[in-house]
């Protein structure tokens, strides 16, 4: 079967870690298999969606490279779901519900007391047509609720012990008990609808095979799988993958704004690190630098994520952008430099990247090698013996060997005491990228005013 996914985010904030997980998930497994990558954006909460919202989804998904194949708009089908409400209606599996909210946690809390499971006691099915349309008529409004399939006939309303199961791709065999769970309501007082119901009907209507999503859904599938059945569909395949976990085991939610696509972007990270991390924390897989999106989908098995929470550290991720930028190519990154305003070339770009953290690092090492500097004499008798013993250019491969040959037999100076006053002198840092890949960059003209303490 040719896979079709969905990605479902509801435009109310920014994406973040635990969203791009889920987007990635999907969008390699669709990837892997040659499917269809499905972006639904679940905005009927019309208060708290926005359009600047969703337009960042967007964004974010192609920073990251997840491009989709299909757009839908949970709004635009307002229409198809008032239909396929009132098929149910007509069923008689959806039903009008009047109590306020009030009434209904009074219930729960004398359920409680009484040491049974709060659920609703479907005392709306117990109402006539006379009683519902006298209510309608004194201007009370109902919501709507989903008549599960947890009795043993019409005739009773009790529920009883229901399983509904299924081959879970990530978690195995998993059954939800509808008997202990409350009818839920798929249509407000207001008449907008709730998530459990639109999502049904979208995943109908856009034949979609599999759902990744995370793990805190598990309940809602039982109750989804019963609302596909009311359609008269066949459920896709379900995989519920574990949530992310901070670096000391808490849970992200109240952290969430500073772990945004958005905060990466803005901290010059790589997309790929992003993408990888996302993809392989939580997983049996080492979270590695990949450098292609297919290399990375080829990976992806949903039997290695592991049960238990992944753990994503800021500072995992951070360390795994400086190795990808490491591995990358001039040809990778030449655009991106010349944008920062980096010249150099590929002889630049290979001297430095081993000593970058994000990219834009790169415009520091450039204004050390291509711009003026206040040097750092550390020790004189190095820097004179530097600036007397410089070679002529051209320089080669070969020139730093014999030139701090020659400042050693000159000063005595060895280790230490020789490398680290020529960086501070040459820099004005102590660590750095080799001094051998950046003196022919430097120039001689540039090294030698350096030596003698000029900014330059």
């Given at each position: 079967?040719?896979?079709?996914?969905r990605?479902?985010?509801s435009?109310t904030?920014?994406l973040?870690?635990?969203n791009i997980?889920?987007?990635?998930?999907?969008?390699?497994f669709?990837?892997?298999?040659?499917?269809?990558?499905?972006?639904?954006l679940?905005?009927?909460?019309?208060a708290?969606?926005?359009?600047?919202?969703?337009q960042?989804?967007?964004?974010?998904?192609?920073w990251?490279?997840l491009?989709?194949d299909e757009?839908?708009?949970q709004?635009d089908?307002?229409?198809?779901y008032?239909e396929?409400?009132e098929?149910?209606?007509t069923a008689?599996?959806?039903?009008?519900?009047f109590e306020?909210?009030?009434?209904l946690?009074?219930?729960?809390?004398r359920?409680?007391?009484?040491?049974r499971p709060?659920?609703?006691?479907?005392?709306?099915?117990?109402?006539?047509q006379?009683?519902?349309?006298?209510?309608?008529?004194?201007?009370?409004?109902?919501?709507?609720?989903?008549?599960?399939?947890?009795?043993?006939?019409k005739?009773?309303?009790?529920?009883?012990?229901?399983l509904?199961?299924?081959n879970?791709?990530?978690r195995?065999?998993?059954?939800v008990d509808?008997?202990?769970?409350?009818?839920p309501v798929?249509?407000r007082?207001?008449?907008?609808?709730?998530?459990?119901f639109?999502?049904?009907?979208?995943d109908?209507?856009?034949?979609?095979?599999?759902i990744?999503r995370?793990e805190?859904?598990?309940?809602?599938?039982g109750?989804?799988?019963?609302?596909?059945?009311?359609?008269?569909?066949t459920?896709?395949a379900?995989?519920?993958?574990?949530?992310?976990?901070?670096a000391?085991?808490?849970?992200?939610?109240?952290?969430?704004g500073?772990?945004?696509?958005?905060s990466?972007?803005?901290?010059?990270?790589?997309?790929m690190?992003?993408?990888?991390?996302a993809a392989?924390?939580?997983?049996s897989?080492?979270?590695?630098?990949?450098?292609?999106?297919?290399e990375?989908a080829?990976?992806?098995?949903?039997?290695?994520?592991?049960?238990?929470?992944?753990?994503f550290?800021?500072?995992d991720?951070?360390?795994?952008n400086?190795k990808?930028?490491?591995m990358l190519?001039?040809?990778?990154?030449?655009?991106?430099?010349?944008?920062?305003?980096?010249g150099?070339?590929?002889?630049?770009?290979?001297?430095?990247?081993?000593?970058?953290?994000?990219l834009?690092?790169?415009?520091?090492?450039?204004?050390?090698?291509?711009?003026?500097?206040e040097?750092?004499?550390?020790d004189?008798?190095v820097a004179?013996a530097?600036?007397?013993?410089?070679?002529e250019?051209?320089w080669?491969?070969?020139?730093?060997?014999i030139w701090t040959a020659a400042i050693?037999s000159?000063?005595?100076a060895?280790?230490r005491?020789?490398?680290h006053?020529?960086?501070?002198?040459?820099?004005?840092r102590?660590?750095?990228p080799?001094l051998?890949?950046?003196?022919?960059?430097m120039?001689r003209?540039?090294?030698?005013a350096?030596?003698?303490?000029?900014?330059?």
């Open positions: 079967m040719i896979p079709r996914v990605f479902a985010p435009p904030g920014r973040h870690i635990g997980r889920t987007a990635a998930l999907n969008w390699l669709a990837r892997k298999h040659m499917g269809t990558f499905l972006l639904r679940d905005d009927t909460d019309l708290r969606s926005t359009e600047e919202f969703a960042a989804i967007r964004d974010d998904l192609t990251l490279g491009t989709w757009e839908a708009r709004q089908r307002t229409a198809r008032s396929v409400a098929a149910l209606k008689g599996v959806l039903y009008p519900c306020t909210e009030g009434e946690d009074r219930r729960r809390k359920q409680l007391a009484m040491h709060p659920i609703y006691d479907r005392a709306a099915l117990k109402l006539s006379a009683d519902i349309g006298a209510k309608l008529a004194a201007g009370e409004t109902p919501h709507w609720r989903f008549r599960l399939p947890n009795t043993s006939g005739g009773s309303l009790a529920p009883e012990p229901t509904i199961s299924w879970d791709l990530v195995g065999d998993q059954s509808l008997g202990s769970l409350s009818d798929l249509i007082e207001d008449g907008t609808f709730l998530y459990t639109t999502s049904v009907v979208d109908v209507d856009f034949a979609i095979t599999h990744v995370g805190d859904h598990v309940t809602n599938t109750v989804q799988m019963a609302i596909f059945e009311a359609l008269g569909a459920p896709p379900f995989g519920h993958h574990s949530l992310l976990v901070g000391d085991g808490h849970a992200l939610s109240k952290r969430l500073a772990l945004s696509v958005q990466f972007r803005d901290e010059g990270l790589e997309p690190a992003v993408l990888c991390h392989l924390v939580g997983t897989d080492a979270i590695e630098p990949l450098t292609s999106r297919d990375l080829a990976k992806l098995d949903f039997a290695k994520i592991s049960m238990a929470p992944g753990r550290d800021v500072a991720l951070k360390s795994l400086g990808l930028l490491h190519d001039y040809a990778d990154v030449a655009d991106r430099l010349a944008a920062f305003g980096v150099g070339g590929e002889d630049f770009w290979m001297a430095v990247r081993g000593n970058l953290d994000v834009g690092d790169a415009k520091l090492w450039w204004d050390i090698v291509a711009h003026d500097i040097p750092v004499i550390e004189a008798k004179a530097g600036a007397t013993t410089l070679p250019e051209p080669g491969d070969d020139t730093w060997a050693k000159a000063t005595g060895k280790g005491g020789l490398f006053p020529l960086r501070l002198a040459l820099t004005a102590e660590s750095g080799e051998k890949a950046l003196l022919p960059l120039g003209k540039r090294v030698l350096r030596l003698e303490g000029k900014r330059a």
